[in-house]
């Protein structure tokens, strides 16, 4: 019998390739047959992509705020108009700051800027003057932003007359300046980061569902019936979601660049190096999840739960990683998408920076190897 | 060197040694198997739902171990040797194992690959699937597409790609029309003439008739293994049909139960069905009464008497739960249920077309026919649960487009697979369902008592509806559609799966009462249900190709060839007749 096995070496191998074939075809017809899997792959992409580019953004414009000059002369004035021309405010004026308290506690002003009565006096005096700012501290982002904007345009303000003479030079004037991406747009920094996301739904999502499905309507047990090995299974699934992964990424850098104008500052070398080595934990959580529940719906829960919201919450796509509680942090770790979005954004904003892109490559090759490693010893040609 | 024919024959196919297997605490879903399983015969693995089928041919693909025991398949042991059983063996999983969004070719293409079929014998191979499943004009079409029947023709051809040595069929039979269902048991007869060994897994009993051997499981147990006929002949000459019953028919069967020496009694048309102890002459009746007597004649026996036989019997006649029900006698003046033309369309496929037809009070009507002729649709449009696209239906009176409320409040609606709560225990099923009737306060109580008494669950109340046998599901399913006391009940495939026992006990209660005036509509696809209906509709692709008692249709059919056909044999010449006539 042993004989007989080396002998039929060569058409076993030949057998192989045949079925791996086979089975890299079906699941292709499958993925262009099946609405779910274009609806997951393409149109969920781009609704995610749009939603980033349009619709979300960080940068505030134009947030509306109460002016309260107490007393009004030329310079006051002055610096009144020198709000009302900023492009970050939008500006409600007033006398009294009692005046616009509910409306800071309604939101319908996001800040309170107070110019003293003191200020015409002080700043004649050479003193420095004040700005008092009140904001509302449950809602710190937009608090933060107010307070340093009205610094700005107060620091501003200086500057502008003191360089037309009408005024002492400030004592020390901080000058901000941006690199990469100078007008601080966020959606030069979302797109890249969502398509990490958009992979990890093809990668995780769709792979974990398709192979629950095959269970669900029973061809996974009529498979297994047939010669095909574990590995082949595996493997037959793996290189078509590979392929749509890749496709689906090229579809969103191609809308980034030419749609939302976001620029490509690396190599397509790079950015291909980096999203295929990425797809290997996204594909190998996806069979890892499918070998652990055979239901369609527990799996794109689990998918969600353990790849989708890490990739989203965790990678320091929407939160900044440095910010996160010190166990978090630890957890971001094992998140891949952690690795894939810095250096993702470092390819669309900044350029090739190899040593960087090596090590997110390597961590995330790791994190794929250990996934393929689980999810291979946990399936077997074996029903319940 | 190849081996003589003769003595690959002679060796056993597949040999089942003490084979147990359990899941989890529960008692063992199979429990210490023997038998052996001979090549170019058909071999049945006939029961219940539950007894232990599908695990049994898991065992045998391999794809499932043994906790104890051993299985042999073609020489190799399944523990070792999975590999080598895998590449010998085809195998038909219970939904075919398709896919659905590839075409009739395209499946072929994949399993021949994965089976490893030789580019040079495709052409031949393919040729003669299409031609013994007469598939060759679909071939582009998708297998989602096709109907039950197709479907499995081509499940049927995916496992035959590379002629297999052994192939193991799941439920070929469960929702196919009996039409398929014969062409498919042609086609594998065909195969065992070629020296193939077919194991062919069922629950229905009739289907068991025809193979050459027979493994009846029960609950994980082997009852009987051998020919069918070994197991029909223990009962020969103890059945008996009592045609010409003086009276209720259905009232003389109750009394005729609770007789000594009756062992099984079933309607069977306008006739009842007994099965005697051995030595015994079947039971006068009329005697005591001063009814006719009926005339008694010795009737060939079928599997499932034999099968009660071999369980001790069935439950005897006394319905506790028709014996308490408040009779419905007032004559309505017009039928209890009325469906008129009922039509329901989705898009441009017909599911149910002009359905016309009357129940009066105290009348069991049935409709009949295979998955997707539109049976269910028929019956929730009755039940209010589907608007018709055209027609209309009125139960009790009561028009369903405009009083569908009041018409669900007088019925009790039993739904396929039993649909209870499976978190929720017995007693707070029927709590619940109460609830739901409207029923509350002392007489919710003492209705629920009643019920819990009726079909002793005080033993099991507090277990979860879910982890319940298939058997004491359906008997909470009926506890609670009767809770309300309707005087309609709707049955949808109402026995489906579980063991004659608990169908002999489920009808018993039905039988007490529709005697007590309950009106009751039940689907099914059990040819010999059928028989215990007054009427019957056949439903086929979505028309009634015809209408009446079960008698009146096997008279029918009833030819030189075919004196005394049963159930199926009518359907079978009704629908072929009625194909015939569209034809035409």
């Not at chain 1, 019998?1 to 499958?30: C, I, W």
């Not at chain 2, 439920?171 to 077919?198: C, F, H, Y």
């Not at chain 2, 004659?500 to 509509?521: Q, S």
């Given at each position: 019998?042993?004989?007989?096995?080396?002998?039929?070496?060569?058409?076993?191998?030949?057998?192989?390739?045949?079925?791996?074939?086979?089975?890299?075809?079906?699941?292709?017809?499958?993925?262009?047959?099946?609405?779910?899997?274009?609806?997951?792959a393409f149109?969920l992409p781009m609704?995610l992509l749009f939603?980033f580019g349009?619709?979300?953004?960080?940068?505030?414009?134009?947030?509306?705020?109460?002016?309260?000059?107490?007393?009004?002369?030329?310079?006051?004035?002055?610096?009144?108009?020198?709000?009302?021309?900023?492009?970050?405010?939008?500006?409600?004026?007033?006398?009294?700051?009692?005046?616009?308290?509910?409306?800071?506690?309604?939101?319908?002003?996001?800040?309170?800027?107070?110019?003293?009565?003191?200020?015409?006096?002080?700043?004649?005096?050479?003193?420095?003057?004040?700005?008092?700012?009140?904001?509302?501290?449950?809602?710190?982002?937009?608090?933060?932003?107010?307070?340093?904007?009205?610094?700005?345009?107060?620091?501003?303000?200086?500057?502008?007359?003191?360089?037309?003479?009408?005024?002492?030079?400030?004592?020390?004037?901080?000058?901000?300046?941006?690199?990469?991406?100078?007008?601080?747009?966020?959606?030069?920094?979302?797109v890249p980061g969502s398509i990490a996301i958009v992979m990890?739904l093809v990668?995780?999502?769709?792979?974990?569902?398709?192979?629950?499905?095959?269970?669900?309507?029973?061809?996974?047990?009529?498979?297994?019936?047939?010669?095909?090995?574990?590995?082949?299974?595996?493997?037959?699934?793996?290189?078509?979601?590979?392929?749509?992964g890749l496709t689906s990424m090229t579809l969103c850098v191609l809308i980034a660049v030419f749609l939302f104008?976001v620029?490509?500052?690396?190599?397509?070398?790079?950015l291909?190096?980096?999203s295929?080595?990425?797809?290997?934990?996204?594909?190998?959580?996806?069979?890892?999840?499918?070998?652990?529940?055979?239901?369609?719906?527990?799996?794109?829960?689990?998918?969600?739960?353990?790849?989708?919201?890490?990739?989203?919450?965790?990678?320091?796509?929407?939160?900044?990683?440095?910010?996160?509680?010190?166990?978090?942090?630890?957890?971001?770790?094992?998140?891949?998408?952690?690795?894939?979005?810095?250096?993702l954004?470092?390819?669309?904003?900044?350029?090739?920076?190899?040593?960087?892109?090596?090590?997110?490559?390597?961590?995330?090759?790791?994190?794929?190897?250990?996934?393929?490693?689980?999810?291979?010893?946990?399936?077997?040609?074996?029903?319940? | 060197?190849?081996?003589?024919?003769?003595?690959?024959?002679?060796?056993?196919?597949?040999?089942?040694?003490?084979?147990?297997?359990?899941?989890?605490?529960?008692?063992?879903?199979?429990?210490?198997?023997?038998?052996?399983?001979?090549?170019?015969?058909?071999?049945?693995?006939?029961?219940?739902?539950?007894?232990?089928?599908?695990?049994?041919?898991?065992?045998?693909?391999?794809?499932?171990?043994?906790?104890?025991?051993?299985?042999?398949?073609?020489?190799?042991?399944?523990?070792?040797?999975?590999?080598?059983?895998?590449?010998?063996?085809?195998?038909?999983?219970?939904?075919?194992?398709?896919?659905?969004?590839?075409?009739?070719?395209?499946?072929?293409?994949?399993?021949?690959?994965?089976?490893?079929?030789?580019?040079?014998?495709?052409?031949?191979?393919?040729?003669?699937?299409?031609?013994?499943?007469?598939?060759?004009?679909?071939?582009?079409?998708?297998?989602?597409?096709?109907?039950?029947?197709?479907?499995?023709?081509?499940?049927?051809?995916?496992?035959?790609?590379?002629?297999?040595?052994?192939?193991?069929?799941?439920?070929?039979?469960?929702?196919?029309?009996?039409?398929?269902?014969?062409?498919?048991?042609?086609?594998?007869?065909?195969?065992?003439?070629?020296?193939?060994?077919?194991?062919?897994?069922?629950?229905?009993?009739?289907?068991?008739?025809?193979?050459?051997?027979?493994?009846?499981?029960?609950?994980?147990?082997?009852?009987?293994?051998?020919?069918?006929?070994?197991?029909?002949?223990?009962?020969?000459?103890?059945?008996?049909?009592?045609?010409?019953?003086?009276?209720?028919?259905?009232?003389?069967?109750?009394?005729?139960?609770?007789?000594?020496?009756?062992?099984?009694?079933?309607?069977?048309?306008?006739?009842?069905?007994?099965?005697?102890?051995?030595?015994?002459?079947?039971?006068?009746?009329?005697?005591?009464?001063?009814?006719?007597?009926?005339?008694?004649?010795?009737?060939?026996?079928?599997?499932?008497?034999?099968?009660?036989?071999?369980?001790?019997?069935?439950?005897?006649?006394?319905?506790?739960?028709?014996?308490?029900?408040?009779?419905?006698?007032?004559?309505?003046?017009?039928?209890?249920?009325?469906?008129?033309?009922?039509?329901?369309?989705?898009?441009?496929?017909?599911?149910?077309?002009?359905?016309?037809?009357?129940?009066?009070?105290?009348?069991?009507?049935?409709?009949?026919?295979?998955?997707?002729?539109?049976?269910?649709?028929?019956?929730?449009?009755?039940?209010?649960?589907?608007?018709?696209?055209?027609?209309?239906?009125?139960?009790?009176?009561?028009?369903?487009?405009?009083?569908?409320?009041?018409?669900?409040?007088?019925?009790?609606?039993?739904?396929?697979?039993?649909?209870?709560?499976?978190?929720?225990?017995?007693?707070?099923?029927?709590?619940?369902?109460?609830?739901?009737?409207?029923?509350?306060?002392?007489?919710?109580?003492?209705?629920?008592?009643?019920?819990?008494?009726?079909?002793?669950?005080?033993?099991?109340?507090?277990?979860?509806?879910?982890?319940?046998?298939?058997?004491?599901?359906?008997?909470?399913?009926?506890?609670?559609?009767?809770?309300?006391?309707?005087?309609?009940?709707?049955?949808?495939?109402?026995?489906?799966?579980?063991?004659?026992?608990?169908?002999?006990?489920?009808?018993?209660?039905?039988?007490?009462?529709?005697?007590?005036?309950?009106?009751?509509?039940?689907?099914?696809?059990?040819?010999?249900?059928?028989?215990?209906?007054?009427?019957?509709?056949?439903?086929?692709?979505?028309?009634?190709?015809?209408?009446?008692?079960?008698?009146?249709?096997?008279?029918?059919?009833?030819?030189?060839?075919?004196?005394?056909?049963?159930?199926?044999?009518?359907?079978?010449?009704?629908?072929?007749?009625?194909?015939?006539?569209?034809?035409?």
């Open positions: 019998m042993n004989v007989m096995r080396k002998l039929d070496l060569k058409p076993e191998r030949a057998g192989r390739a045949r079925r791996f074939a086979a089975l890299v075809r079906k699941e292709s017809y499958q993925v262009v047959r099946d609405p779910s899997s274009i609806l997951i149109v609704i939603l349009y619709g979300v953004s960080l940068d505030t414009t134009r947030t509306r705020v109460a002016l309260v000059i107490e007393e009004a002369t030329p310079l006051t004035r002055d610096l009144a108009a020198s709000f009302e021309a900023s492009r970050y405010f939008s500006v409600v004026n007033g006398r009294d700051r009692r005046e616009f308290e509910d409306d800071l506690v309604l939101g319908r002003v996001r800040g309170i800027l107070v110019v003293p009565a003191s200020f015409t006096a002080d700043h004649a005096a050479g003193r420095h003057p004040t700005v008092q700012v009140i904001v509302d501290g449950s809602d710190p982002n937009t608090a933060n932003f107010v307070q340093n904007y009205a610094q700005g345009t107060v620091a501003n303000w200086e500057r502008q007359r003191a360089s037309e003479g009408r005024s002492p030079p400030p004592a020390i004037a901080a000058d901000q300046r941006f690199w990469f991406n100078p007008e601080l747009t966020s959606r030069n920094f979302l990890t990668g995780t999502l769709l792979t974990s569902l398709v192979v629950a499905r095959e269970w669900e309507r029973g061809t996974m047990e009529a498979m297994m019936a047939t010669p095909v090995s574990a590995a082949e299974l595996l493997a037959g699934k793996l290189l078509p979601y590979f392929i749509l104008g620029p490509f500052r690396g190599s397509i070398a790079a291909y190096a980096l295929a080595t990425f797809l290997m934990p996204a594909l190998g959580q996806g069979l890892l999840i499918s070998a652990a529940t055979k239901n369609q719906f527990l799996a794109s829960q689990l998918a969600l739960i353990s790849a989708f919201l890490p990739a989203f919450l965790l990678s320091g796509f929407l939160f900044e990683i440095n910010s996160m509680p010190t166990v978090i942090q630890w957890i971001t770790y094992i998140v891949p998408a952690r690795y894939l979005i810095p250096s954004q470092t390819v669309f904003l900044a350029g090739d920076i190899w040593p960087m892109f090596a090590r997110s490559i390597a961590v995330m090759f790791l994190i794929g190897c250990i996934f393929f490693a689980l999810a291979a010893r946990s399936t077997k040609k074996r029903i319940g | 060197m190849p081996t003589p024919r003769t003595e690959i024959d002679a060796a056993p196919f597949v040999r089942l040694s003490a084979v147990t297997k359990r899941f989890g605490a529960a008692s063992p879903a199979l429990d210490a198997i023997e038998g052996v399983i001979l090549g170019g015969r058909i071999t049945g693995l006939v029961g219940p739902d539950g007894a232990g089928k599908t695990t049994l041919i898991r065992l045998m693909t391999g794809l499932m171990l043994a906790d104890e025991g051993t299985v042999e398949v073609l020489g190799y042991d399944t523990r070792r040797d999975p590999g080598a059983i895998q590449a010998a063996i085809g195998y038909m999983p219970q939904r075919f194992g398709l896919y659905e969004d590839l075409t009739v070719q395209e499946n072929l293409d994949l399993y021949a690959d994965l089976r490893g079929l030789p580019k040079t014998e495709r052409g031949r191979t393919f040729a003669e699937l299409l031609e013994f499943t007469d598939l060759a004009r679909f071939t582009a079409r998708l297998a989602g597409k096709l109907s039950g029947g197709m479907k499995q023709k081509l499940g049927l051809a995916c496992a035959l790609l590379r002629k297999p040595r052994l192939l193991l069929l799941d439920e070929p039979g469960v929702g196919v029309d009996p039409i398929s269902r014969r062409d498919l048991w042609k086609m594998v007869e065909n195969l065992t003439a070629e020296g193939i060994g077919v194991v062919w897994s069922t629950a229905y009993l009739e289907e068991a008739e025809a193979c050459d051997h027979v493994f009846l499981l029960n609950q994980g147990r082997l009852l009987f293994s051998g020919p069918p006929q070994e197991m029909t002949g223990r009962v020969e000459d103890r059945v008996f049909r009592l045609s010409g019953v003086d009276g209720r028919r259905r009232d003389r069967l109750a009394r005729l139960l609770d007789q000594d020496g009756v062992i099984d009694g079933v309607i069977q048309g306008e006739a009842i069905r007994l099965v005697m102890k051995p030595g015994l002459p079947p039971p006068t009746l009329g005697t005591d009464d001063g009814a006719a007597p009926a005339r008694a004649s010795v009737t060939p026996p079928r599997f499932e008497d034999a099968f009660v036989d071999m369980l001790g019997g069935g439950p005897g006649g006394r319905s506790r739960l028709a014996e308490t029900q408040r009779a419905f006698t007032e004559e309505a003046g017009r039928p209890v249920i009325e469906a008129r033309g009922l039509t329901k369309r989705f898009g441009d496929f017909t599911a149910a077309d002009s359905i016309t037809f009357d129940i009066p009070r105290g009348e069991i009507f049935g409709l009949l026919g295979p998955n997707g002729a539109g049976k269910s649709t028929t019956f929730k449009m009755l039940c209010g649960l589907l608007k018709p696209s055209a027609g209309e239906g009125r139960v009790a009176g009561f028009d369903l487009r405009r009083d569908a409320a009041e018409a669900r409040n007088r019925l009790g609606y039993m739904a396929q697979k039993f649909s209870l709560y499976g978190d929720l225990n017995v007693i707070q099923n029927l709590n619940f369902f109460a609830g739901v009737y409207g029923l509350s306060g002392a007489r919710k109580r003492e209705r629920i008592d009643l019920m819990t008494e009726i079909f002793d669950f005080r033993s099991i109340h507090d277990m979860s509806a879910k982890d319940l046998p298939l058997g004491l599901k359906q008997r909470l399913a009926l506890a609670s559609a009767v809770l309300h006391e309707p005087e309609v009940l709707f049955l949808d495939e109402p026995t489906s799966g579980v063991d004659p026992i608990t169908r002999r006990e489920f009808w018993t209660h039905i039988n007490g009462l529709v005697e007590k005036g309950v009106t009751v509509l039940v689907t099914t696809h059990f040819m010999d249900e059928a028989e215990y209906c007054d009427r019957i509709s056949l439903i086929y692709r979505g028309r009634s190709i015809a209408l009446g008692s079960p008698d009146e249709m096997k008279a029918r059919v009833a030819s030189n060839d075919l004196p005394d056909p049963t159930m199926e044999d009518a359907f079978v010449a009704l629908v072929q007749d009625s194909e015939a006539k569209e034809a035409a």
